[in-house]
Nanobody
Framework: QLQLVESGGGLVQPGGSLTLTCAAP????????IGWFRQAPGKEREGVSC????????DFADSVKGRFTISRDHVKHTVSLRMNSLKSEDTAVYYC??????????????????????WGQGTQVTVSS
């Protein structure tokens, strides 16, 4: 069982930036494809961004393209979501999710809420002036 922990959430002004990090204490995410999801009050949980095991494939929701980036830290074995030019509509609880694969070359990039093995508890992001 993989335990995921999100960090980096908080309060930020519109137009500001924030970085979220997904980690698995005591283990590594190097052989997991990672997805970031968010859920605002009264709305369905939606995919925000994802990254394959190697980092060679990434994807983003249309609402965040050009503003968010996703990357792997191969030293700390974590995945980060850098959020720039934040808007009030980005306010939500952000979740990290993972799916295990056996090959480093696997191209899985989980932007949809399926085929996922583990979820974190979520971290609150609030964009307000």
């Amino acid at each position: 069982q993989l335990q995921l922990v999100e960090s980096g959430g908080g309060l930020v002004q519109p137009g500001g930036s924030l970085t979220l990090t997904c980690a698995a204490p005591g283990t590594s995410l190097d052989y997991y494809a990672i997805g970031w999801f968010r859920q605002a009050p009264g709305k369905e949980r939606e995919g925000v961004s994802c990254i394959s095991i190697s980092g060679g494939r990434t994807d983003f929701a249309d609402s965040v393209k050009g503003r968010f980036t996703i990357s792997r830290d191969h030293v700390k074995h974590t995945v980060s979501l850098r959020m720039n030019s934040l808007k009030s509509e980005d306010t939500a609880v952000y979740y990290c999710a993972a799916v295990r694969r056996l090959m480093y070359t696997d191209s899985t990039c989980p932007l949809e809420i399926d085929d996922l093995d583990s979820w974190g508890q979520g971290t609150q992001v609030t964009v307000s002036s």
